[in-house]
């Protein structure tokens, strides 16, 4: 993980500015999947440099963003200065620095890829969700993965591509690793290129249909 770790604080200084279609997925993505945050708690797991929590803070009451790289912790202090925001760094693995039923969502936004074992967070965002409250993941589809598709950190000081390390969690993974902590599917959907229309600047005939992420809601 510390490999992960720092090629994520190496490409933070680039993260926001650089293109990338599955980040600007995924911010369209949870859009359209999150509830009305009016008043709620708001537990934003693996926050990066803040590109959703920017979205997330003026709508919600309290929004605490985790995340195990300073480098894009760093970015995410700079841009998002809402008094309703904190950001800690935090190996998710790791106990969470959280009181338990404190939020009412807990959300996982292209993180879980990162990560080998599936149980041992899910168990930590059902003990930290107030009853009723709701897990969200927008996550790498697992067929992209299958396929060896995954992050590459594009270092903005000139060196090479790197392909960060990820593992394939299929759909039947997620669901039974969030049962077992107490939280019941409510809603899954599959996200391509036409899902939002000129997201990703295709060619017309070139966009490409295949499933690029995958969200899934849970309630406990």
Not at 129 to 136: D, E, N, R, T
Request: aromatic share 8%; proline share 6%.
């Amino acid at each position: 993980m510390d490999g992960i770790a720092d090629a994520y604080d190496r490409w933070s200084e680039g993260y926001d500015s650089q293109d990338n279609f599955t980040r600007d997925l995924d911010g369209l993505v949870l859009c359209k999947v999150a509830p009305d945050l009016e008043g709620r708690t708001v537990l934003e797991c693996g926050c990066g440099t803040g590109k959703n929590s920017l979205w997330l803070a003026p709508r919600c009451a309290r929004l605490l963003g985790l995340d195990f790289s300073m480098g894009m912790l760093d970015i995410a202090r700079r841009k998002v200065r809402e008094p309703n925001v904190l950001f800690v760094r935090q190996d998710l693995r790791q106990p969470w620095p959280v009181a338990p039923e404190v939020a009412d969502l807990v959300l996982f936004n292209l993180v879980l890829e990162h990560m080998e074992e599936l149980g041992p967070l899910f168990a930590e965002a059902g003990g930290a969700l107030k009853p009723g409250g709701s897990m969200i993941l927008s996550e790498y589809h697992p067929s992209r993965v299958a396929e060896g598709k995954g992050p590459v950190a594009m270092d903005p000081a000139g060196a090479g591509p790197q392909r960060i390390d990820n593992y394939l969690h299929t759909m039947a993974d997620y669901v039974a690793s969030a049962e077992a902590a107490g939280l019941a599917l409510m809603d899954q959907q599959e996200w391509t290129e036409a899902s939002f229309s000129g997201v990703a600047g295709s060619e017309p005939g070139s966009v490409d249909t295949r499933p690029q992420l995958l969200s899934l809601v849970f309630r406990r």
